[in-house]
């Protein structure tokens, strides 16, 4: 739990990078501090030793020549009380104990007083060579420690008259001192240097998390959830830069580049929504393309149908009109010994044979059009000599005929009578898509300089088409006009507006409906007034 909370967490990291760092120093510290503070007290221990060794074999040297046991005793009795924890044993070439610091051990051998093998050797070895070993002796007695230092006493000139020339060496002194309270004292330094150690330690954590929380690990978070909020889509949140060091050029670059990724989605919404026009636009004039594409197809198929047809049943009716004829102009010889209906039949045929045959010429002219003798026409004259010849039409069906055009000239280069044949299909689909009463037909024009044409439009307020009627009203034979018989029957065999999509197409111009059910229709045609070298196909 401890390594995954130090593994997920920066500020962690260092803390305890920075923490094992400081415990190995002030580890080692106090290893060594006690190594060698122990060594050292060791070594001032030997350094006392030897110095008591020096001073004690100074104050016992003149009353061991004169021979004043007393003298000696006092010096010995005065290392005893002064000298806390030191032992001084004074023995000759037998080891045995002469004088000491504890009466009870005097005429003792020393090895009774003296544990420690490797210092009883030493002894042995200096009461022979007459030289004090170079190191001290350590010995554990009653489970305290001991440090014990060897000195040899020569045979000088003062103690010649007492123990003769012969001998160089006369005994030996040995010294032990207790080591318990300087190591007390180094333990209780040890003890010291850990309290001191675990304080400094906590006084050093604590720093230090307080500068990792404030220089680090808070920025680090700052930075962190900046860039979760930025992940999450955020792009305008920016983070206060809490410094001027390396983690505060990293919230200003870390800013900088979601203002970059700001205006990059922004590029890119862009461009998507500038493709996705492009893509709408493409595919209306693609679709708009292929309905021409399928127009022109059912026109040209149906233009070889028309033609076939009107070739095959024009000769009949010419010969069937021919005889009808002939027959009325006899028709006062024969009434007389005939039926009296007898020429009002033959009327009939002969009206209805001339209906057939204008049938015949609008199939001819739709299946083979002249090619447009395009010359230079005033739309305005165009229209006002279209609604002359439907003015009686207009009178008849109380037509209220609303009328704007401009009082400039908008001359367009085209072929005037297919034009004037095409506003007059108009005019008369938007009479008869009038109710009894009340209707209205709206002529307007206007220059369109942006597309260097002009544009006239034709509405009225009558039954209007609904979208099925919308998509079929320009394909042959479609009409929803009610036919009714007679004479007087207009020809509605759904030409007329076919007729008007194939002349506007031939001028290179544009043909648009807007119409609703109950709220009439608004046809307008655009032409080019320079339409081109060549028609469309």
Same mark, same amino acid.
């Given at each position: 739990?401890?390594?995954?909370?130090?593994?997920?967490?920066?500020?962690?990291?260092?803390?305890?990078?920075?923490?094992?760092?400081?415990?190995?120093?002030?580890?080692?510290?106090?290893?060594?501090?006690?190594?060698?503070?122990?060594?050292?007290?060791?070594?001032?221990?030997?350094?006392?030793?030897?110095?008591?060794?020096?001073?004690?074999?100074?104050?016992?040297?003149?009353?061991?020549? #004169?021979?004043?046991?007393?003298?000696?005793?006092?010096?010995?009795?005065?290392?005893?009380?002064?000298?806390?924890?030191?032992? #001084?044993?004074?023995?000759?070439?037998?080891?045995?104990?002469?004088?000491?610091?504890?009466?009870?051990?005097?005429?003792?051998?020393?090895?009774?007083?003296?544990?420690?093998?490797?210092?009883?050797?030493?002894?042995?070895?200096?009461?022979?060579?007459?030289?004090?070993? *170079?190191?001290?002796?350590?010995?554990? *007695?009653?489970?305290?420690?001991?440090?014990?230092?060897?000195?040899?006493?020569?045979?000088?000139?003062?103690?010649?008259?007492?123990?003769?020339?012969?001998?160089?060496?006369?005994?030996?002194?040995?010294?032990?001192?207790?080591?318990?309270?300087?190591?007390?004292?180094?333990?209780?330094?040890?003890?010291?240097?850990?309290?001191?150690?675990?304080?400094?330690?906590?006084?050093?954590?604590?720093?230090?998390?307080?500068?990792?929380?404030?220089?680090?690990?808070?920025?680090?978070?700052?930075?962190?959830?900046?860039?979760?909020?930025?992940?999450?889509?955020?792009?305008?949140?920016?983070?206060?830069?809490?410094?001027?060091?390396?983690?505060?050029?990293?919230?200003?670059?870390?800013?900088?580049?979601?203002?970059?990724?700001?205006?990059?989605?922004?590029?890119?919404?862009?461009?998507?929504?500038?493709?996705?026009?492009?893509?709408?636009? +493409?595919?209306?004039?693609?679709?708009?393309?292929?309905?021409?594409?399928?127009?022109?197809?059912?026109?040209?198929?149906?233009?070889?149908?028309?033609?076939?047809?009107?070739?095959?049943?024009?000769?009949?009716?010419?010969?069937?009109?021919?005889?009808?004829?002939?027959?009325?102009?006899?028709?006062?010889?024969?009434?007389?010994?005939?039926?009296?209906?007898?020429?009002?039949?033959?009327?009939?045929?002969?009206?209805?044979?001339?209906?057939?045959?204008?049938?015949?010429?609008?199939?001819?002219?739709?299946?083979?059009?002249?090619?447009?003798?395009?010359?230079?026409?005033?739309?305005?004259?165009?229209?006002?000599?279209?609604? +002359?010849?439907?003015?009686?039409?207009?009178? *008849?069906?109380?037509?209220?005929?609303?009328?704007?055009?401009?009082?400039?000239?908008?001359? #367009?280069?085209?072929?005037?009578?297919?034009?004037?044949?095409?506003?007059?299909?108009?005019?008369?689909?938007?009479?008869?898509? *009038?109710?009894?009463?009340?209707?209205?037909?709206?002529? +307007?024009?206007?220059?369109?300089?942006?597309?260097?044409?002009?544009?006239?439009?034709?509405?009225?307020?009558?039954?209007?088409?609904?979208?099925?009627? +919308?998509?079929?009203?320009?394909?042959?034979?479609?009409?929803?006009?009610?036919?009714?018989?007679?004479?007087?029957?207009?020809?509605?065999?759904?030409?007329?507006?076919?007729?008007?999509?194939?002349?506007?197409?031939?001028?290179?111009?544009?043909?648009?409906?807007?119409?609703?059910?109950?709220?009439?229709?608004?046809?307008?045609?655009?032409?080019?007034?320079?339409?081109?070298?060549?028609?469309?196909?």
């Amino acid at each position: 739990m401890t390594i995954d909370l130090i593994r997920k967490s920066l500020g962690n990291k260092i803390l305890a990078t920075v923490t094992l760092g400081i415990l190995l120093i002030m580890g080692l510290e106090i290893i060594f501090r006690i190594y060698f503070g122990t060594k050292d007290r060791i070594e001032q221990m030997e350094i006392l030793s030897g110095d008591l060794a020096a001073s004690t074999y100074s104050g016992i040297k003149h009353p061991m020549s #004169v021979g004043d046991s007393d003298a000696v005793e006092r010096v010995l009795a005065d290392v005893r009380l002064k000298m806390d924890g030191m032992e #001084v044993f004074i023995c000759d070439t037998d080891q045995q104990i002469i004088w000491s610091t504890h009466e009870g051990k005097i005429h003792t051998p020393i090895a009774d007083s003296i544990s420690s093998p490797a210092a009883l050797a030493g002894l042995q070895e200096t009461l022979h060579s007459g030289q004090a070993p *170079l190191t001290s002796y350590e010995e554990k *007695l009653e489970n305290r420690q001991y440090l014990i230092n060897v000195q040899a006493i020569l045979n000088e000139r003062d103690c010649v008259h007492c123990h003769g020339a012969s001998k160089k060496i006369i005994g030996g002194m040995v010294i032990r001192a207790n080591m318990e309270r300087p190591l007390e004292k180094v333990a209780a330094a040890m003890k010291r240097s850990l309290f001191i150690m675990i304080f400094g330690l906590s006084a050093i954590f604590l720093l230090i998390y307080a500068l990792v929380e404030r220089f680090i690990r808070r920025p680090v978070a700052s930075l962190s959830q900046g860039v979760k909020r930025v992940t999450d889509g955020e792009l305008d949140f920016e983070i206060q830069p809490g410094s001027s060091d390396e983690i505060g050029d990293l919230a200003k670059s870390f800013n900088q580049m979601t203002k970059e990724l700001k205006n990059a989605r922004q590029e890119i919404n862009t461009w998507t929504d500038t493709l996705e026009d492009m893509v709408e636009e +493409r595919t209306v004039q693609l679709k708009q393309a292929m309905d021409g594409i399928i127009q022109s197809e059912k026109m040209a198929s149906l233009g070889r149908l028309a033609a076939i047809v009107a070739h095959e049943i024009n000769n009949p009716l010419a010969g069937i009109r021919t005889y009808a004829k002939l027959l009325l102009k006899k028709g006062d010889e024969i009434a007389a010994s005939t039926d009296p209906r007898f020429v009002q039949y033959l009327q009939t045929i002969e009206s209805e044979s001339a209906r057939c045959g204008e049938i015949i010429r609008n199939l001819l002219q739709f299946a083979r059009p002249d090619k447009p003798q395009f010359t230079r026409q005033d739309t305005n004259t165009l229209i006002q000599e279209c609604l +002359r010849l439907i003015q009686h039409k207009i009178n *008849l069906q109380n037509i209220e005929l609303q009328l704007a055009l401009p009082d400039e000239s908008m001359a #367009v280069n085209c072929d005037g009578q297919k034009i004037k044949q095409a506003l007059l299909a108009l005019l008369l689909n938007a009479c008869d898509a *009038l109710e009894p009463e009340g209707g209205v037909v709206e002529v +307007r024009s206007r220059s369109i300089p942006e597309k260097q044409g002009v544009e006239i439009s034709i509405r009225d307020n009558g039954i209007g088409m609904n979208e099925e009627t +919308r998509a079929h009203m320009f394909e042959p034979f479609f009409t929803t006009k009610i036919k009714t018989p007679g004479p007087d029957a207009g020809v509605n065999i759904g030409l007329g507006l076919t007729v008007v999509y194939e002349i506007i197409k031939a001028h290179r111009g544009e043909i648009t409906v807007h119409s609703e059910p109950d709220e009439g229709s608004t046809i307008t045609i655009f032409l080019h007034r320079e339409p081109g070298p060549s028609p469309l196909p």
